[in-house]
């Protein structure tokens, strides 16, 4: 999420000089430069943003560089995940039943948000879902890590991306130097994402919005601020239009490929109708036909599905965003199923897969439903074990039929 926002350069010469004297994060990694050194070295570059010195030395003297975001940085997924599998994951009946409490415990905020932002309060709630698991704790406490450990040492030690890491270190102290948050407080991902829905710190920083009124912005804490810098991110750099749809699911008996911007009246008179049999609420919004699996469910999809894509540049993540939206408005699931893939397991059968999964000597955790690291680790020990193929750690139906069969 990045920003074209111009900002107020201080040039000094001392700065720029001891700025060329920063190690290259190669040599970082290597012997050569000990990450006091280039502490040292990368403080100039700190106080030519705007950080006191005081800041400074009081956050970057103490920190001690998280080495192993290294490998988190370059690590590939184990498994493949198919797109059905990846859906079910994250529009699960836990996250439906919880987003729908969610929505009723908020409800005056998020009349706030439609009304100031225009965002629908279904997608807020897809993305805060998918993001945090709406702000859960569980998630802060087994998922995050302290940020400026994990920042700080991409930005010494990381030579791919060594720019982006060194400016979203810089914006992160630039928060704590404005007092809007403590090193202390930010607990995030490996990246660097925060809060109820992981704002990278030049987000925090551009785009953030003091909405409950405290002097301060903060992605922590109650949803308020979360919520209208996500809606004014939206807003602003994805173009996220009032009152549109994002799109619908539609029947596509033609088999059409991608492609065409027509509006939704025209694509009705070529016989692309929604899924569910009822009218396109905005006929004359235009959209554009997407299949992203052959064979599979087809959608409508108009500029405000670009707008979620522009949180994350992921047609998938888009896709698991506004349909978990839906469901928590109270949509059916997708009437057509992915070829080869299943039907997304309802809470009762996921909780028969972790009890079952313990029973037989696989610690799942807790069965609520939930799935979570120990459900998945046992899942993959599971599988192994029986050579359930493939090894790949899914909760699903295929899954639950072995386990009733025994180990």
């Given amino acids: 999420m990045r920003n074209n926002l111009s900002r107020r350069v201080v040039l000094r010469a001392a700065f720029a000089a001891a700025a060329l004297a920063v190690p290259h994060q190669a040599d970082a990694q290597s012997s050569s430069y000990k990450f006091p050194q280039w502490v040292a070295a990368f403080k100039p570059r700190a106080l030519a943003r705007g950080v006191s010195e005081k800041t400074y030395d009081r956050v970057m003297n103490a920190v001690k560089p998280d080495t192993s975001v290294y490998d988190l940085d370059r690590a590939q997924p184990e498994f493949r995940e198919e797109l059905w599998q990846y859906l079910n994951r994250r529009v699960s009946e836990w996250r439906v039943l919880a987003g729908r409490e969610h929505a009723k415990e908020i409800e005056p905020l998020l009349q706030r948000i439609e009304k100031d932002y225009g965002v629908d309060r279904y997608i807020m709630l897809g993305l805060w879902g998918n993001e945090s698991a709406f702000g859960d704790p569980i998630v802060q406490k087994n998922f995050m890590r302290p940020v400026i450990p994990a920042l700080a040492a991409l930005a010494w030690g990381e030579p791919r991306r060594r720019g982006y890491w060194e400016k979203e270190l810089l914006n992160a102290l630039v928060i704590i130097d404005r007092g809007w948050s403590s090193p202390e407080e ?222």
Avoid at 328 to 334: A, H, K, N, S
């Fill in 186 to 407: 930010m607990n995030g991902s490996w990246a660097g994402a925060m809060g109820h829905t992981q704002w990278m710190p030049e987000v925090w920083l551009n785009v953030g919005v003091d909405y409950d009124g405290d002097g301060k912005v903060s992605p922590f804490g109650k949803p308020d601020d979360a919520f209208a810098g996500t809606a004014s991110y939206l807003v602003k750099r994805g173009g996220y239009k009032r009152g549109e749809p994002w799109g619908y699911e539609v029947k596509n008996p033609d088999g059409r490929g991608d492609g065409g911007h027509r509006t939704y009246a025209s694509w009705r008179q070529l016989g692309i109708v929604r899924a569910n049999g009822e009218p396109y609420t905005a006929p004359d919004v235009i959209a554009r036909l997407w299949t992203p699996v052959a064979g599979g469910p087809s959608f409508l999809l108009s500029k405000n599905f670009d707008a979620v894509k522009s949180y994350n540049p992921s047609s998938s993540y888009a896709l698991a965003i506004v349909l978990l939206g839906d469901r928590i408005r109270g949509d059916g699931p997708l009437t057509r199923l992915f070829p080869g893939g299943e039907r997304t397991p309802t809470l009762a059968e996921v909780v028969e897969i972790q009890r079952r999964l313990t029973e037989q000597g696989f610690d799942a955790g807790p069965a609520n439903g939930r799935i979570g690291k120990e459900t998945i680790q046992a899942i993959l020990a599971f599988q192994r074990k029986v050579n359930f193929e493939p090894v790949d750690g899914y909760a699903g139906l295929k899954l639950l039929a072995r386990l009733r069969k025994g180990s």
